[in-house]
């Protein structure tokens, strides 16, 4: 059974990182695309980042994340990451990552639908302010 938890959330002052692990077990690893989403309280969970398998090599980021948040990955661990630097208070919510349900890659056109993704984990709390 696929599953995924994230890690690494915390308080942080804004202009700080963070740094979000997302540890895998049950699949694959390789054969999947891993996204980051994120949600606050009476708002739709929006889309981060969806990074595609290795062999694939195409990551996709939200506008309001670009040049301050990263993905990475550690195969042989199973465990996805997500770099956060410059971090604004409305970085504020709760952290998810999800596997991709088609396998590989993130398209363009879909990754940041939460439809695109089968597996969740319960996701961290990441909270930015003074």
């Known amino acids: 059974q696929a599953q995924l938890v994230e890690s690494g959330g915390g308080l942080v002052q804004p202009g700080g990182s963070l740094r979000l692990s997302c540890s895998t077990s049950?699949?694959?690893?390789?054969?999947?695309?891993i996204g980051w989403f994120r949600q606050v309280p009476g708002k739709e969970r929006e889309g981060v980042s969806c990074?595609?398998?290795?062999?694939?090599?195409?990551?996709w980021y939200a506008g309001s994340v670009r040049g301050r948040f990263s993905v990475s990955r550690a195969s042989a661990k199973g465990t996805a990451f997500l770099q956060m630097n410059s971090l604004k208070p409305e970085d504020t919510g709760i952290y998810y990552c999800?596997?991709?349900?088609?396998?590989?890659?993130?398209?363009?056109?879909?990754?940041?639908?939460?439809?695109?993704?089968?597996?969740w984990g319960p996701g961290t709390q990441v909270t930015v302010s003074e």
């Open positions: 990074m595609s398998s290795s062999s694939v090599g195409i990551n």
């Open positions: 049950g699949f694959t690893f390789d054969d999947y695309g």
């Open positions: 999800a596997r991709v349900t088609t396998g590989r890659a993130c398209e363009r056109s879909w990754w940041s639908s939460p439809d695109h993704y089968d597996t």
